[in-house]
């Protein structure tokens, strides 16, 4: 029998929390290590090359605490770290370990849904700019037309409790218009960062009612049940005892509140160096 440890889910901030709950919800008898940087967050402005070198340090924390499998819950992570640590770093870590993005199985959803063909896709400015997205999409369903979206004021709201109240309508508002704006077939519009869930009663009544909002905690949780179902080794190596442990390089009294927000049930965190 192989050693066993929980899966870890990693995110620069709490916006990973939607991810986890997902995952959960989908896969409730496993062990679950939520890491989250938020005393470096956000990562959405940052270099490619920062992000890189701050997500690696969060894997292998992940790694010494236990994780053999890795979730990056964490849209900029995944666009800006995660090809390079899966083919320069994992080889020299632990060839058995793995870790895993979000925007691959995002887009893999998107056929089933879209019948135009065209996509909007809102995102914080690294993962717009990195053009993951568009990339994914093209490679799965050449046919298909993107628009992406920066959203910069999005996640500010969320992290200051703004996303219920008016202000949040005007940038609501802002960036659905400008996506609109430049294709009008979108009929299917992805949520590229984790943060956005929690702006969803707003962001559909800013969207006509035809078009699809395709959120990722669902898909992720959905797309790793597959994953583990097809790598019988690695779900030999996940252990099941249906607890959750979170951790965050902030103050972990700040965090607990914020993330039991997201979650709508009570959480404790402990506070670690990366």
């Known amino acids: 029998m192989p050693d066993c440890g929980p899966i870890g889910v990693f995110d620069s901030g709490y916006g990973g929390l939607t991810i ?9 008898m496993y062990d679950y290590l939520y890491l989250g940087d938020n005393a470096r967050a956000p990562y959405g402005t940052r270099s490619f ?9 969060a894997v292998r924390s992940l ?13 900029t992570a995944s666009a800006k770290a995660l090809r390079t640590i899966q083919q320069r770093d994992l080889p020299q870590i632990d060839q058995t370990r793995r870790v895993l993005g ?12 879209s019948r135009t063909g065209h996509i909007g896709v809102f995102g914080t400015p690294g993962t717009i700019r990195s053009r993951s997205y568009d990339m994914e999409i093209a490679k799965l369903y050449p046919d298909f037309v993107t ?16 996303a219920d109240g008016p202000g949040a309508d005007y940038f609501v508002r802002k960036y659905v218009d400008i996506m609109l704006g430049a294709d009008r077939q979108i009929d299917t519009v992805l949520l590229g960062c984790t943060h956005y869930p929690l702006l969803l009663p707003k962001i559909r009544a800013a969207v ?42 902030e103050n972990s009294d700040k965090f607990a509140e914020m993330a039991s927000a997201f979650l709508s049930r009570p959480v404790t965190a402990s506070t670690i160096t990366l």
């Open 20 to 28: 986890l709950d997902g995952i959960r919800r989908r896969l409730p």
């Open 49 to 57: 090359e920062v992000v890189y070198q701050f997500t690696l340090q």
């Open 63 to 75: 790694f010494t605490r236990g994780c053999r499998l890795v979730i990056l819950g964490c849209n």
């Open 102 to 113: 979000v925007i691959r199985p995002t887009v893999e959803a998107v056929g089933s849904v």
């Open 147 to 162: 628009v992406g979206v920066e959203c910069p004021m999005w996640v500010p709201l969320v992290e200051n409790r703004e």
């Open 208 to 249: 006509p009612d035809h078009i699809r909002i395709v959120r990722q905690g669902e898909i992720v949780g959905e797309s790793l049940a597959d994953y583990l179902c097809r790598h019988p080794e690695m779900d030999a190596r996940c252990s099941r005892g249906g607890s959750c442990r979170y951790f965050t390089t």
